[in-house]
């Protein structure tokens, strides 16, 4: 099964949330991603949050149609993003797609990243999307699959990774070791529907991103 949560952030295109909406999914919104939802004239599944930035009229309405709700206090430990990622992943889902995780607040958008190692370290594919970006971790060599011209960056998500060969691309590499912050790996081209990432050890972010 496949799991959409709709965090607080800029909120998707309603073109890219039903794009992601197939047959078998479930959707939970955390928090305030529930406003775009409305708006959207769209039920989540799921509700979750301590509801300190939902729009009151809404967490209303949802209460009355009888939406499942889970309320946690606002001081907590973890994000309203992150109870949302871990009730997902508790229900065995084969992939995790985030919506409304990246736009103003760069804190939100670091700790959601995390969000996709905690998918990755518990076996689930998970990735982050919007209107202009899909951002993914891997720690296995991959084959990227894109249109001729897309752009695309790769960097190290902590450790320094070993062996990194890129085929398919405008600019290739080959046996790098590529380390955190290092921009080489910034803006690269498809220049064949599939671009090879393959490397030896470490955690790679892949940005696939459109101006």
Same mark, same amino acid.
């Given at each position: 099964m496949k799991v959409i949560i709709i965090s607080g952030g800029a909120p998707p295109s309603k073109e890219l949330l039903i794009k992601e909406m197939t047959k078998d999914i479930f959707l939970i919104a955390a928090d305030s991603g529930a406003n775009c939802l409305y708006h959207y004239n769209i039920m989540p599944d799921l509700l979750v949050g301590d509801f300190d930035s939902i729009d009151k009229e @809404?967490? $209303?309405y949802y209460k009355k149609n009888k939406c499942t709700i889970d309320i946690y206090p606002t001081e907590k430990d973890f994000t309203d993003t992150e109870i949302a990622v871990r009730k997902a992943i508790g229900m065995k889902s084969s992939e995790i !797609?985030?919506? $409304?995780? %990246?736009? /103003?607040? +760069?804190?939100h958008l670091l700790g959601n990243i995390g969000m996709l190692k905690i998918c990755l370290?518990?076996? !689930?594919?998970a990735s982050i999307k919007d209107n202009n970006n899909m951002i993914m971790l891997v720690n296995d060599s991959t084959l990227l699959n894109g249109t001729v011209g897309k752009i695309f960056? !790769?960097? /190290?998500?902590?450790?320094? +990774?070993? &062996?990194? %060969?890129?085929?398919?691309?405008?600019?290739?590499?080959d046996n790098y070791n590529l380390k955190i912050g290092? /921009? @080489?790996? +910034? /803006?690269?081209?498809f220049?064949?529907?599939?671009?090879?990432?393959?490397?030896?050890? &470490?955690m790679?972010?892949? @940005?696939?991103?459109?101006d």
């Open positions: @809404i967490l $209303g !797609v985030l919506l $409304g995780c %990246t736009g /103003s607040r +760069i804190d370290e518990n076996k !689930v594919n960056s !790769v960097q /190290s998500y902590g450790d320094e +990774i070993i &062996g990194l %060969t890129i085929e398919g691309a405008k600019y290739p590499l290092e /921009s @080489i790996s +910034i /803006s690269n081209e220049v064949c529907p599939q671009v090879k990432l393959k490397f030896k050890a &470490g790679l972010m892949i @940005i696939l991103s459109k």
